[in-house]
């Protein structure tokens, strides 16, 4: 994906930790008003809200506000993991998912707006996968699009940047190595991760179809993948699951 850089977090990282956020210690005493905690079911267990991306955490130590969620601050930002919950409450009037697993250092909650995990936020019409028809060179991913001496071969399959696909230059994320079409990265064995690329509007034109719905674009060694139909849902599918991506 290419919003807020997505595709690039969600491969080099392989879903893993993208960071850890830091603890902002506010230095005035924050008046906090919270109604009761409801749970989403009876025996409590957890929910799956969906994947995050770049959505602020409000993190609280033992009741104390630490950090709010500030959409303008990075460091507030939760890691791209699978969010779950098992219950919501109201804060100064705005509901809040609970989120625990996105909890760090001396903070002893975690909560995400809720308003986050709704259709707003669930638009993935930015990204499209599309096929190579005709093998060709892609241009490296810098601001001069410069040569390279990568092949796309026949038959890969690669993610568009539907917000560049009349641009002169579109950008694009690779397969990740030469079993699924991209040859010619050093090291060839142990290159994993999606690369971030661009091609002319003549090789896109030439070169590219839009795939099959269920055609694969594979992000990460760990089999993790995307489809035409499963970003038509707003997802993606990570160890086989398909979930929901949420992001701003």
């Given at each position: 994906?290419?919003?807020?850089?997505f595709?690039?977090?969600?491969?080099a990282?392989t879903?893993?930790v993208?960071?850890i956020?830091s603890?902002?210690?506010?230095?005035h005493?924050?008046t906090?008003q919270?109604s009761a905690?409801h749970?989403l079911?009876?025996?409590?267990k957890?929910?799956?809200?969906g994947?995050g991306?770049n959505?602020?955490?409000r993190?609280y130590?033992h009741?104390?506000l630490?950090q709010?969620?500030?959409?303008?601050?990075?460091?507030?930002?939760c890691?791209f993991h699978v969010?779950?919950?098992h219950?919501?409450k109201y804060?100064?009037?705005i509901?809040?998912?609970?989120?625990?697993?996105?909890?760090?250092l001396?903070?002893?909650?975690?909560?995400?707006?809720a308003?986050?995990?709704?259709?707003?936020y669930n638009?993935?019409?930015?990204?499209q996968?599309?096929?190579?028809?005709?093998?060709?060179?892609?241009?490296?991913?810098d601001?001069?699009?410069s040569k390279?001496n990568?092949t796309?071969t026949k038959?890969?399959?690669?993610?568009v940047d539907?917000y560049?696909?009349?641009?002169?230059?579109?950008?694009?994320?690779?397969?990740?190595?030469?079993?699924?079409?991209?040859k010619?990265?050093l090291n060839?064995g142990g290159?994993n991760?999606?690369m971030?690329?661009?091609m002319?509007q003549?090789?896109?034109?030439?070169?590219?179809?839009?795939?099959?719905?269920?055609a694969?674009?594979?992000?990460?060694?760990a089999?993790?993948?995307?489809?035409?139909a499963s970003?038509?849902?707003?997802?993606?599918y990570?160890k086989g699951?398909?979930?929901k991506v949420y992001t701003r």
């Open positions: 994906m290419f919003k807020n850089k595709i690039k977090l969600l491969t990282a879903f893993a993208v960071g956020s603890i902002n210690t506010m230095s005493v924050s906090v919270a905690f749970y079911r009876k025996d409590h957890f929910v799956t809200l994947l991306q959505l602020p955490v993190e130590s009741g104390k630490i709010k969620d500030d959409p303008s601050n990075e460091d507030t930002y890691d969010l779950k919950t219950g919501w804060i100064n009037g509901k809040y998912y609970n989120v625990p697993n996105q909890k760090y001396n903070a002893t909650s975690a909560y995400i707006a308003k986050y995990f709704t259709k707003k638009d993935l019409s930015y990204a996968v599309y096929t190579v028809a005709n093998a060709f060179s892609p241009l490296n991913g601001m001069q699009a390279t990568l796309l038959g890969a399959n690669i993610e539907m560049s696909k009349d641009d002169d230059i579109v950008s694009m994320s690779s397969p990740i190595n030469s079993k699924y079409g991209l010619g990265v060839d290159h991760m999606s971030w690329l661009k002319t003549s090789q896109f034109k030439n070169n590219c179809r839009k795939a099959a719905p269920n694969k674009f594979v992000m990460n060694n089999g993790d993948y995307e489809t035409n970003l038509a849902r707003g997802g993606i990570h699951h398909f979930y």
